[in-house]
């Protein structure tokens, strides 16, 4: 029973398409939140949401726009994609915000060609 | 704001030998300290979270870590080490104010030779 889920699990595209990455989790959990690992395994947060409202937006190009239609799930929408994107995008979810452990989704393997 | 360093990007140990995965951090009010471990190809999970209730804290597959407040450390150990501990290893620091942020370390590679 997959706690935290994205899909899909790996995106090949061209440079300049737009690009989704859905993610769902089923923990009943408030706070959602978007991670970026580069190919260097660092983790650099994007996003959070706590109940459909933004609540963390690190500095981000505005290309990214995520989007949370309730709070079990939050998506990634991606505009004029470029190679720099390239990596593993991982959605995440905790029960609420602050020093709450958070769960992980498997990940989506983003290649910019 | 926090920050978590985690000393040493890779480390190598031989199967059976202790395992020694070193953080120190810093933060301004009580910090929350965890330690996800990511096998290759997978998501992060939680090995471990300091809360402040004891300071020597047990997790999953047999790692612990103990929180010095006066050494600003949550070091990760393990007694022996198996080979099936070869992962990333991610030191993590979250406080109560600003929306709940955890900060991540740049991680560690756990490397266990036979």
């Known amino acids: 029973d997959t706690a935290v889920s994205q899909t899909p699990k790996y995106l090949v595209t061209q440079m300049g398409n737009d690009k989704s990455i859905k993610c769902e989790q089923n923990?009943?959990?408030?706070?959602m939140y978007w991670y970026k690992q580069d190919s260097k395994k660092f983790l650099k947060i994007m996003f959070s949401?706590?109940?459909?409202?933004?609540?963390i937006n690190e500095t981000v190009p505005n290309r990214f726009s995520p989007k949370s239609p309730d709070k079990a799930h939050l998506n990634l929408h991606i505009n004029s994609l470029e190679l720099g994107d390239s990596a593993v995008y991982f959605c995440?979810?905790?029960?609420?915000?602050?020093?709450?452990?958070?769960?992980f989704g498997p990940g989506t393997r983003l290649t910019v060609t | 704001a926090q920050s978590v360093t985690q000393l040493g990007s890779h480390v190598s140990v031989s199967e059976g030998a202790l395992v020694l995965l070193r953080c120190n951090y810093s933060?301004?009010?009580?910090?929350?300290l965890f330690w996800y471990v990511q096998y290759p190809n997978q998501g992060l999970q939680l090995l471990l979270k300091y809360t402040s209730a004891a300071t020597l804290v047990k997790g999953i597959n047999g790692f612990e870590a103990e929180f010095k407040k006066s050494e600003t450390s949550f070091h990760l150990t393990k007694p022996s080490a198996h080979m099936s501990d070869a992962a990333e290893y991610f030191c993590a620091v979250s406080v109560n104010t600003n929306a709940g942020k955890s900060t991540f370390g740049d991680g560690t590679t756990l490397t266990v030779k036979p």
């Open positions: 949401y706590n109940n459909k409202e933004l609540i």
């Open positions: 923990l009943g959990h408030d706070t």
């Open positions: 995440a979810s905790s029960q609420f915000t602050g020093g709450y452990e958070q769960y």
């Open positions: 933060s301004s009010v009580p910090p929350y």
